[in-house]
């Protein structure tokens, strides 16, 4: 009986085509991803059955907490440095290019234009805590909110707005902050939601 | 290293040869790792929105008083602790309109609006039909769609008054009914006293 050879196969398998693979995933998540922007505060967003998804570029969005604090931001960093600049000059004052750079790598801010050099000093880590996050002013007798928003529309005239609030935010900020956008004639804007969870 | 080797064997037959052939798997390796990082790092979801338009300041007063006519108006009135009470026609008549105390569910403001518009939500849900049978193309649905709510005579016109105590989640579900129930026709507009001294009123009957 003549010997059955059976060919001995090479246990390392090819990764050429697995690297390939992985490589091509990589380059596809890098060019559709946006990073989740970090937020001072978190919101609990209502659910509602509205599906209709929000645009991701030129968004200008407006956080309110469940106290009432207001907080802005603005998607594309570049429009947040023109922001600051065109603030400081209605409120008379100069930021430096080291604060605007600063300012223009948070992606929402909440402090009050006068308090904003200060803000700009403190250690990122430290921005977020209770004493530092405090809002922009929005009521009737200092509405600072009116003015960002309105230079950031001169910023970005395509700005469109979005809303994010919590569920338990009481009705009458809500109603300062939309009457404000009506002051500015910004008559369309979105609500930010999540999907309701359907129950059966 | 090479040279070492060469010396080792003491020339016998020249330079070993080494196989052209690099051992990828670390590589990979740090493919994938990257990969998780960006898979956890992004938003995939977009969150969900709905779209608002609210009438400009200026026009709002006389357009809001001409339009709703009190035999389609009604009136939502939003109170604290996830109170809700609804009346029909405006309070112009001069007769305190009566103040009826429902619900967020299913079976309480959606059960009245929807009975209140039934007509023309049998028009949409036939407009609906027909875009999913595909007789019809979206731009045609939409234009459709507009045209029915502009058309419908019989429609409720709903006016959303939110007290200061109420919160936003009951302005968003109010506002999740109206598209539930195919309001073309509502506005969100500042509550008066006298709807605050029904509401006041009516608690107290409650109590």
């Known amino acids: ?200 | 290293m090479a040279e070492m080797q060469v010396a080792d064997k003491g020339g016998k037959g020249g330079p070993k040869k080494h196989s052209t052939r690099v051992d990828l798997t670390p590589m990979v390796d740090l493919g994938f790792l990257l990969i998780t990082f960006f898979m956890l790092t992004t938003s995939m979801l977009k969150p969900n929105t709905m779209e608002l338009s609210v009438p400009s300041k200026d026009k709002v007063e006389e357009e809001e008083q001409s339009k709703v006519k009190a035999s389609q108006a009604i009136t939502i009135l939003l109170d604290k602790e996830d109170k809700l009470f609804y009346y029909f026609g405006t309070e112009e008549n001069g007769v305190a309109p009566e103040l009826v105390s429902s619900d967020y569910s299913s079976t309480g403001i959606r059960k009245m609006l929807i009975q209140r518009n039934v007509d023309l939500i049998k028009q949409v849900q036939e407009l609906k039909a027909d875009k999913a049978s595909k007789k019809i193309k979206e731009e045609e649905y939409s234009k459709k769609l507009s045209e029915l709510y502009t058309n419908a005579k019989t429609a409720p016109q709903v006016l959303i008054k939110a007290t200061d105590e109420s919160n936003y989640k009951n302005l968003i579900d109010i506002l999740d009914e109206m598209q539930i129930c195919n309001i073309g026709r509502y506005a969100i507009v500042p509550i008066t006293p006298e709807d605050l001294g029904l509401i006041d009123k009516k608690t107290k009957a409650a109590n």
């Open chain 1, 1 to 200: 009986m003549p010997k059955v050879k059976v060919p001995r196969k090479s246990t390392t398998v090819d990764m050429t085509a697995m690297c390939d693979v992985a490589f091509l995933l990589l380059t596809f998540f890098m060019l559709t991803s946006n990073f989740v922007a970090k937020e001072p505060i978190v919101v609990a967003v209502p659910s509602s059955i509205s599906e209709i998804k929000i645009e991701e570029r030129d968004m200008a969005t407006v956080l309110i907490d469940n106290e009432g604090k207001v907080f802005f931001g603005l998607d594309a960093q570049g429009d947040r440095r023109e922001l600051l600049a065109n603030l400081g000059k209605v409120y008379s004052i100069n930021f430096t290019e080291k604060e605007l750079t600063e300012f223009s790598k948070i992606g929402m801010s909440g402090v009050p234009i006068t308090k904003m050099q200060d803000f700009l000093k403190l250690p990122p880590e430290q921005r977020d805590a209770k004493e530092a996050a405090i809002g922009i002013p929005a009521d009737s007798i200092d509405n600072q909110f009116k003015y960002w928003m309105k230079t950031a529309k001169q910023v970005n005239p395509k700005l469109r707005i979005a809303i994010k609030s919590d569920s338990k935010t009481p009705y009458k900020v809500i109603k300062k902050v939309m009457g404000t956008l009506q002051d500015l004639r910004e008559n369309r804007y979105n609500l930010i939601t999540s999907l309701e969870q359907v129950k059966n």
